[in-house]
Structures are given as C-alpha cells and as structure tokens.
C-alpha cells in the first residue's frame, strides 16, 4: 500500500471516529438535560407557587434589568412598556441611551415623564462616560432608570453603563426588542434562591418570536414559524436551550449566558471587569472571565438553566441578515478559543476548563472546517473515481437518521417539560419534525459556510461590522378578528 | 381487555418485524468492513426510536387531550359556582347546603362519598381549587373554614394524604405543596418518611409541613445542625412563612436566638437573626450579645446589628457604639442603621462620626441618611453639615434636595428585613 493510501485510510478512520464521538456526545447531552429537567420537575413548582411563595416575601431579591438602545425609535416605546409588564415584586428597569441619533431619548422623555436626578455613578467597569440619569417623576413608571450616556457603539459598552448605575446585586442584560415573558424573572430567580451555592448567572431560554401573536408586547399566541430560516432557527434554538445548555449546566459546566436574556451576579462581574467592549463574543468573553474569578478565588459557584421559555427574540429572516449574524458569531467563537486557551484541558476551572472548552474546540470550531476538508475531499475523490457509492451512502445515512433522531428526541422533550406550552397544538410538531427531515440539506451547509468565511475573516483580521438585523416585525393580534382557530374548528 | 390483546398483538407483530429486519440487514452486510456495520446498526435503530418516539409522542398528546377535555369539563361543571365561592363568600361562614347548591347538586350526589369520579378528576379539582386559592386576593375572615368545608365536600384532603404517601415523586410534591396551602392536617407517620428521603427538596418540604402545624417536639429539628450545608433563601422563605402561619394558628413561636446559637454554619445562623426582627421576637435579644461578641463573622455582627435596632433593644447601643469604629464599612452602615432606629441619645454623635471617621463615599452617604431619617435634629445637623462641607461633598447633599431620590431616603420597615445590605443609592467607589 502506498503512502498516500495509508494517509488516505487513516485520514477516513478518523473521521469516522470524530463522527462517532460527536454522536455519543450528543446522548450524552440529551441523558444530562434529562436527568437536569427530572430533578427540576421534582424541586421546581409550578409558576404560581413560585410566584406567591416569593411575592409575599420580603426576601426575594430585587433584580434590575438593563436593555442598551440605539436609534430604536419606531419600536422603543412598545418594548419599554412590554418590559414593564414583568411580574416580579422589586425590580428597576435601566434602558441605556448610547448617543441615539434618532428621537429614542425624547421618546422616552415626553412618555415616561423623566427629569434628570442626582446620580452618582461608580464606574465599576469601563464604560463610556455617562452625561445624565433620567427618572420618572410619575410613580407609575417609578420602576424606570434612563441613561444617557456617550456613544459606545456596541451593546457591550451599553450594558456596562448598565451595570454601573445599576442598584440590586442580581441583574438581567437583555436586548430592548426582546419580548420578555411575565413569569421570567421568576422563573430564573427561583433557581438562584433555591441553591445552596452561590448562583453566579442564570441562563434562560429564549425561541424566536417570528410567527408568533403579539398583543400589548406580550406573546399570546406562540406559532412555530412558517419562513423557512426562521423555522430552522427555531430548532437550532430549541436543541441549543432544551438540550445542549440543559445538559451543561447539569454538570455545571454552562459555557454561555446569551446576551439576549441572562441573569448574573452583579458583584462576581464587577470583580472580572464586566463586558469587553471589544470581543464580538462579549457574552461567552464575560462568563469565563468570571469562572476565572471564581476557581481562582476558590469560591464554589453554579451557573443555572432554566428549561422554560423566558424571552422572545426575533431572529435573521433574510439569508444576508442569518450570513452577517453567523460570521460574527465564527468570529467570536475564534476569538474566545484563542483568548481563554489558557482555560483549555485544565482541571484547575473545573467541568468548564476540563469537557466544555475542549468539546467547542473539537465538535464546534473545528467541524465546519472538517466539513468543507470533506467536501474538497469527496470532490477529489469523485474526479479519480475514488468513491464506493454504497458505503457512501450508508455512512451519510448514518448522520442523517441520527440528526433526525436528535430532533425527535428534542421535541419528545420539549413536550414532556412543556418548554413552549403553546406548542402543544398538533401541528406544531409535525411541522417541527417535517424541519427536521430536512434542516441537514438546506440549513446545516448555509451555518459551515458562514462559520467558515467567519474564521477566514478573523485569520485575515478584516474589520468586523455590526449591522442589527433587520426587524421584520411579529403578528399584532387583531382586536376585531373572532374567528376559531384552525385547530379548535373541528 | 379487547384494547390490550389488541396493542400487545401489535406490539409482538413490531418485535417479529424488527428482528426479521435486523437478520436480514445484519446478513446483507455481514462480509462489509466494521464502519458500515456500525452505520446499519445506527441506521436500523435510529429508525426504531424515531417510530417508538413518535407512537409515544402521538400517545401522550392524546393523553393531554383527554386531560384538557375533562379540565374543560370540570371547569364548566364547577368554576363558575368556585368563583363563586372565592370571590363573594369569604366573608361569612357558608353552610355545606350553600356549597351543595351553588353546585346544582342533588342531594343523593352531594352524599356519595366523593363526587368526582377517579384520581385524575380529583387531582384536576385540587389544582382548580389551588390556583384559585393562589390568585384570591380578597381573603376573607372565614375563608379558612368554607375552604376546608369545600374540600370535604370532594373528599380531598383524604387524597391528597394518599398522594403523600403513595403518589409518586411529583405526586408528592404537589400534593404536599397543597397541603400546606390548604393548611390541612397530615398525620406524622406519613411526613415522617418522606424526611428521611434522598431528594433535598422532598426532605425540606416534608420537615416545613411538619413544623407548620405540630406540637413543640417537633420544632426539634432546628436543636441539632438541621443545615448542614449552607441555607438558602428559599428555606428562609418557607422558614418564614411557616412561622408566620403557627403564629396566625395561636402556636407557640420557638426561640430563635436560641437557634441561631445551636447552629453551626453562620450563613444559617444569620437567618434565625433576621428572622427573630420578623417575627418581634425583643424579649431573646439578650441572648445574641454573646454571640455579637464572639464572632467574627462580619454578615452575622451586621444581622444582630439590624435586629437590635429594629427591635429597640436599647440595652445594646453602648456596645453597638464601642465596636463601631473598628468594624468594616458595611458593618458600621449597619450599626448606624440600627442605632438610628434606637433613636437614643448617643446615635447623633455615632453619626457623626461615621460620617468624618471615613473616606468611603458609600459610609458617609449612609451616615448622611440616617441623621435625615434621625428627625429634626438629625436633619439640623444635615444642613450644618452641608453648609460646611467642600464643594467635591455636595452631590451627597443633591440627593436630599432632589424630591424623586429623596423619597427612597428614609429607613424604612421592609429594608430593616431584607439580607441585602440597606442602600439605596450607588455610591460606593
């Protein structure tokens, strides 16, 4: 045998092997968030226990919630009145103005009543300078805290403003046009005072709110979206949250709070410098830095999830707006694993240093360059007439049926903790199982491509840009309109 | 009998199928290399749990259907006249005749024992019933009474002691959950199992049942180490809600200095201290002055500090002010706290002197809040000090001048309870 067909045979056993680890990995994910949401079922009661257990104490805590705005005008009076709607007994609500160039301020002004206050405001963690605190002189918005700072330029300046005015040791960062759920803060709080170690950030699970009804900036009607991107997306999410984070932070090795709704300890991030106004994975950037601060410190901790639906984001609709996002988020992941190699294969920062960063570096960062390695590959091998087309076909079979099994078993999942209990209409899981059977051709080469050219660009150090996606919008539910739904007619 | 022989025909007829199946793959491939036997084996029983995951997903949701229709059912046949019942009667006694027939009732249906036809109707009933209970707001003095009478009515408190005892894990759980909230009677030796069970969560609840409506021996689970890791906030909650129901029921209160002084962990320690301000418990003060002295917990001298001012233990301001100085920053904003509450004679100068003796912007902001929240001197001694102070001090003072952050000035009776520390402005550097 030549060389070069030795080369050639162990170059497939290995990725026959890398294939057959994935898979294990993937049951193993999916036994965790299982034993994660059996213990949660036992210990956790339903979402009006919890909420009278800790309105009528004097001892929940109180949270704020900071929300960074840029030129949000069209939709920041909706979304500021949608945060206000939260049940929770004590928490301030701080919307951070970066240097809009639109009315967003006035906006806020002339409808919230706000004044300037006396403020004084302790830079904990580097932010842009802060001009002025505005309150509400109206005790129905007391709840409200806007600042006015100068232009940052990325959310991650925003909420360190945030985070510097902020007044209550538990704060949520989320993204002004996220439609939180009411039990939310709840749900999330209630796993930081039901542990006995310190709970230094909350995960919460979040699913796209294209397709779904809206009505005074609440979701009254969750649909499985209809567009083809957003369908996919929703199942990506759904397998990242139910199964993948669940599964993580059963072992207490969570490796990301998603800037989109997360809860953490204001002290522990404070004391490990806040968000990185320059990472493009700020998020990720920020929770290592503060399980750094924890192992180093030899302080126990546990970073939670939370397996029911707590917020509503509305993702990338268009193929250009899904590329700009996944590039970013290549991007991020290629600066994070450079940045914290130190963490990797070390025992010393626990499960996270010891499975997870070695697991995003094997089965996250590297697979999409594999899969374009194999792509080039089967196209070489198909010009020298290389290829068994059975074993071929058998082997991707293989990956086909397990991928779809993986989506099975996330929708028996989904049913059974009841993640999205509005999913519980039929049709919403055929429709999801139907994505499934598909998401492998259309979806999955779109994501490797886009993690690809992210990683290209990051080597070649081209200069990242920051677009929001564009808004489509979500349903308004129509007053007028009384018709049964289509499920309920029969 | 028909449905079983028919599911387990076949259940036989997939088994037959399968193993057909699978020899006949296993054999078309048998002379492959090991990867294609690995991919079949993967292929065939990724197949098979997609089929049992869907029969089982397809069989659950018919399940949830069959549950929703008889919810809908019950809630057509009863919500209206529970409501009913919530909304309007808690302020009389009503009689079981009332309750028969605001259920339309006859009288041969109201005396059978137990209405409601199996176990999941009786689980649906005790969850309406609940989450009635949870949302009514307008609790009225007999609401106790024409509760317990209602769920006699539907034979429940009967079920919900067999779900304690027989239900499984989540079964319990609920059920206990509903027993407290119902504030029934569950017999010792069906609690005294699940104290001893393997799940944290089942153990707790069980031992806050029990405490909730016992006699005195059973308070002796807080005489030994019960914590033996750190309590949360959720035990200081349930603690605290428990307590709060044996006073409401004319029980005895236990002593929680003197359990405070019997454990071992000092996180568990400062709970039973804020928990003695909670419940007035002035006469025990006396006894923390041991452990004020002793420890060297910083959190446990800020409680005790909290509780005396709160509870007026007068007795304690010399001691409070003696140590002050020594103590760390957010130690000596609590004392000041509590010796602003004492209102005696030494809290102005003690004042004073946390506001000169520090740097920190937090300690003298403090400082300047409580001779606001003093009186009339301390707000005499506020605009002296204003008066004096350097230009860099007085955005201390804006906040007195401001009527939207001067609201939040004042000491107030929740901040006194609440573990976290008392600010209510940023300030610290």
Redesign the interface.
């Known amino acids: 045998m030549s060389i070069w067909m030795t080369i050639y045979y162990v170059f497939c056993?290995i990725i026959?092997g890398y294939t057959?680890t994935i898979?294990a990995s993937y049951l193993f994910f999916i036994f965790q968030s299982y034993r994660a949401q059996y213990k949660l079922?036992?210990?956790m009661?339903d979402d009006?226990?919890i909420?009278?257990?800790?309105k009528?104490?004097?001892?929940?805590?109180?949270v704020s919630i900071i929300a960074p705005a840029y030129n949000e005008e069209v939709t920041i009076i909706d979304n500021v009145n949608s945060l206000m709607q939260i049940d929770y007994p004590d928490y301030e609500i701080i919307i951070v103005n970066d240097a809009s160039s639109d009315r967003t301020l006035e906006l806020l002004i002339d409808t919230f009543e706000m004044?300037e206050?006396?403020?004084?405001?302790?830079?904990r963690v580097p932010s842009k300078p802060i001009k002025r605190v505005l309150?509400?002189?109206n005790p129905k918005y007391s709840k409200l805290v806007v600042v006015d700072k100068e232009r940052g330029g990325r959310k991650s300046d925003g909420s360190n403003a945030g985070i510097n005015?902020?007044?209550?040791?538990y704060f949520v960062c989320t993204d002004v046009d996220c439609i939180v759920e009411p039990m939310a803060l709840y749900r999330m709080m209630?796993l930081?005072?039901?542990?006995?170690?310190p709970t230094i950030g909350v995960s919460a699970t979040m699913l796209m709110s294209n397709g779904c009804v809206v009505d005074e900036g609440r979701v009254v009607e969750a649909r499985v979206p209809w567009s083809i991107l957003p369908m996919f997306q929703q199942l990506e999410y759904m397998r990242s949250f139910l199964i993948g984070k669940l599964g993580w932070s059963n072992i207490n090795a969570l490796p990301n709070i998603s800037g989109g709704f997360g809860l953490f300890d204001l002290d522990v991030v404070v004391k490990s410098g806040g968000y990185d106004n320059t990472s493009m994975a700020e998020d990720v950037d920020m929770l290592l830095r503060m399980v750094t601060y924890m192992r180093n410190s030899g302080q126990p901790f546990r970073i939670a999830q939370v397996p029911k639906v707590c917020c509503w984001t509305e993702g990338p609709s268009s193929l250009r707006a899904l590329y700009r996002q996944r590039i970013r988020w290549a991007r991020g992941l290629f600066e994070i694993i450079s940045n914290h190699r130190k963490l990797f294969f070390n025992p010393h920062y626990g499960p996270i240093g010891a499975f997870t960063l070695p697991y995003i570096f094997m089965f996250e960062f590297i697979a999409p360059m594999l899969e374009l390695g194999g792509y080039i590959f089967m196209i070489w091998l198909l010009f020298i007439g290389g290829i068994n087309w059975n074993?071929a076909f058998?082997?991707f079979?293989?990956i086909y049926?397990?991928s779809?099994?993986m989506c099975?078993?996330l929708?028996?999942f989904d049913?059974?903790t009841q993640a999205v209990p509005w999913y519980?209409r039929?049709r919403s899981?055929w429709h999801l199982a139907l994505a499934a059977f598909i998401e492998p051709f259309i979806y999955h080469p779109i994501i490797s491509y886009c993690s690809n050219v992210g990683y290209f660009q990051y080597i070649m150090n081209t200069t990242a840009v920051w677009k929001p996606i564009q808004r489509t919008g979500v349903k308004k539910k129509e007053k007028t309109k009384n018709e049964p739904h289509e499920d309920n007619k029969s | 009998m028909e449905t079983i022989s028919t599911l387990s025909y076949y259940f036989h007829l997939l088994a037959t199928y399968t193993t057909y199946y699978s020899s006949y793959w296993r054999d078309l491939y048998r002379d492959?290399?090991y990867?294609?036997k690995?991919?079949?084996w993967?292929?065939q029983w990724?197949?098979i749990?997609?089929v049992i995951?869907?029969i089982?997903?397809e069989h659950?949701?018919h399940l949830?259907r069959k549950r929703e229709r008889m919810e809908a059912r019950l809630e057509e046949r009863y919500g209206e006249a529970l409501n009913h019942i919530f909304a309007t009667d808690n302020d009389h006694q009503i009689t079981r005749d009332e309750i028969i027939s605001r259920f339309h009732l006859s009288s041969k249906e109201a005396s059978k024992h137990g209405l409601l036809r199996d176990d999941g109707e009786r689980r649906t009933m005790c969850r309406m019933i609940?989450?009635r209970l949870?949302?009514d707001e307008t609790a009225g003095p007999n609401r106790q009474k024409n509760l317990q009478l209602l769920l006699d009515i539907f034979a429940l408190p009967s079920f919900l002691e067999g779900e304690v005892s027989l239900g499984n894990?989540?079964n319990k759980?609920?059920a206990m959950?509903m027993i407290r909230?119902f504030r029934l009677y569950i017999s010792p030796w069906v609690i005294n199992k699940l104290l001893n069970s393997k799940?944290?969560?089942?153990r707790r609840l069980a031992m806050y049942s029990s405490v909730m409506s016992s006699s005195d021996s059973e308070l002796e689970y807080f005489e030994t180490d019960f914590f033996d890791?750190?309590?949360?906030?959720?035990d200081?909650?349930?603690l605290?809600?428990t307590l709060h129901r044996r006073r409401a029921a004319g029980l005895k209160l236990p002593n929680l200095a003197h359990w405070a002084h019997l454990q071992k962990n000092d996180n568990t320690k400062c709970m039973f201290v804020r928990l003695m301000r909670?419940f007035d418990q002035h006469e025990y003060c006396h006894q923390l002055e041991d452990l004020f002295r002793e420890s060297k917990h910083k959190k446990l001298i800020e409680e005790i500090s909290r509780t005396w001012g709160y509870l007026h233990y007068t007795e304690s301001e010399q001691l409070l002010v003696d140590t002050m100085l020594t103590q760390p920053d957010d130690t000596k904003v609590a004392i000041m706290h509590a010796v602003t509450r004492m209102a005696s004679g030494q809290s102005l100068s003690l004042l004073l002197d946390g506001y000169e003796n520090t740097t920190n912007?937090h300690v003298r902001f403090e400082a300047l809040r409580c001779m606001y929240s003093y009186g009339q001197e301390g707000r005499d001694l506020l605009a002296h000090l204003e008066s004096e102070a350097p230009e860099a001090d007085h955005?201390?003072f804006?906040?007195f001048?401001?009527p939207?952050?001067l609201n939040r000035i004042p000491l107030d009776k929740?901040q006194a309870?609440?573990?976290?520390v008392e600010?209510?402005?940023?300030?610290?550097?």
């Open positions: 056993y026959f057959l898979m079922s036992i210990d009661p009006e226990t909420k009278y257990q800790m009528g104490s004097p001892l929940t805590p109180a004044v206050v006396p403020y004084d405001v302790a830079m309150k509400s002189t005015v902020c007044s209550n040791k209630w930081v005072i039901n542990s006995h170690v074993t058998i082997i079979g293989m049926m397990f779809v099994l099975f078993f929708l028996f049913y059974s519980n039929r899981y | 492959y290399p990867e294609v690995t991919a079949i993967v292929i990724a197949l749990l997609i995951l869907t089982i997903l659950r949701g949830r609940y989450h949870m949302n894990m989540n759980m609920t959950t909230a799940q944290t969560q089942v890791k750190n309590c949360c906030i959720y200081e909650i349930e605290g809600y909670r912007p955005k201390f804006s906040f001048h401001n939207i952050t929740e309870y609440h573990p976290s600010t209510v402005y940023n300030l610290s550097y």
